[in-house]
């Protein structure tokens, strides 16, 4: 059963499909195939940042100093609180950004699952008391040197980041466990603003099939994967049913103590991300255990018309994932 919350926002989202104007892959193909792709990328982006918009003037309101912001992979944390950044800073705020992902333990000391894989979804594969130490000194108006996690090396090394909170500064943490108490025990819940983000696809193939909002979170992995992160599109379908899985523990129970939700999803992402992820799921052999997958999603993308990603524009949330952003990363 989903929350009330959740289905607030599904709700949402297909008002903004009623606003551009198509509810199936076959409106969007057709919208596209008539020149309108401009039209329904300028809407589409727009109708994003007014939400982001009013999640700034509600934590401007409330006056809170510390936000949390969590979602599942590849819902496009980063970039939604960049932009979540930019609205504050409108507001008259000094908003500062701090990656959960940075506070990875090293790799080697990375928990194992059941199958004795790194285990990257779990709360303890993030080293909290480091973590807290370094909140409570920021909250306690020090200076603190943050760290960077190397996803190619798989340690913690330092940023050169050095961070300390003004009375005007606003401090906005994402990272998957954002939501979950366990993560910041020693702060009050109404000192913090809560923001769940999410990708809830609710574009369909056609009237009666929906498109699964893990396949689109999985192709945008897999082009970030591919991108900035050195890993073949074979090594993240492997990893896929254990992020699922860690999703399931860690992160969806939590969903429903946000303050407010944020769906990233776009109607037309799947146009962009057709042209990009095909080269890389045809790397995937026919000898390996995922080529099935890799086949599937194949056919899958091949459904949408696909559109350039030049008409991307550079604050967008796709740009995490297809690189070109204006922001850094």
Known sequence: MKSPKLEALIAEQRRWQEIVGMSTVADLN??????????????????????????????????????????????????????????????????????????????????????????????GALDVPYFNKQLSELLAGETVALPRYDFVTGERVPSGRELKLEPNNVLIIEGIHALN???????????????????????RLDAERKIST?????????????????????????????????????????????DMMVNTALNYELSVLRTHVLPILEEVPESSPEYPEAFRLRQFIGFFEPIRDKQIPPTSLLREFLGGSSFRY
């Open 30 to 123: 057709g919208a596209i195939r008539a020149g309108h792709a401009t039209d329904i990328i300028n809407v589409c982006e727009v109708l994003q940042e007014r939400k982001i918009a009013r999640v700034a003037d509600e934590i401007y309101s409330l006056g809170r100093r510390l936000v949390l912001l969590a979602g599942p992979s590849s819902s496009g944390k980063t970039t939604t609180s960049k932009r979540l950044g930019i609205q504050l800073a409108a507001c008259g705020l000094r908003p500062l950004t701090i990656s959960m992902d940075d506070y990875f333990v090293n790799r080697v000391n990375t928990p194992l699952d059941e199958n004795g894989e790194y285990d990257y979804e779990c709360l």
């Open 181 to 203: 108490p366990d993560l910041t025990p020693q702060i009050s819940r109404d000192e913090k603003f809560l923001v769940y983000v999410t990708a809830l696809t609710t574009i």
């Open 214 to 258: 893990s396949d689109a979170r999985l192709l945008r992995r897999m082009l970030r994967d591919k991108n900035f992160r050195n890993y073949s599109a074979e090594e993240t379908i492997h990893r896929w049913p254990s992020v699922r899985a860690g999703e399931e523990k860690w992160i969806f129970p939590f969903e429903d103590n946000c």
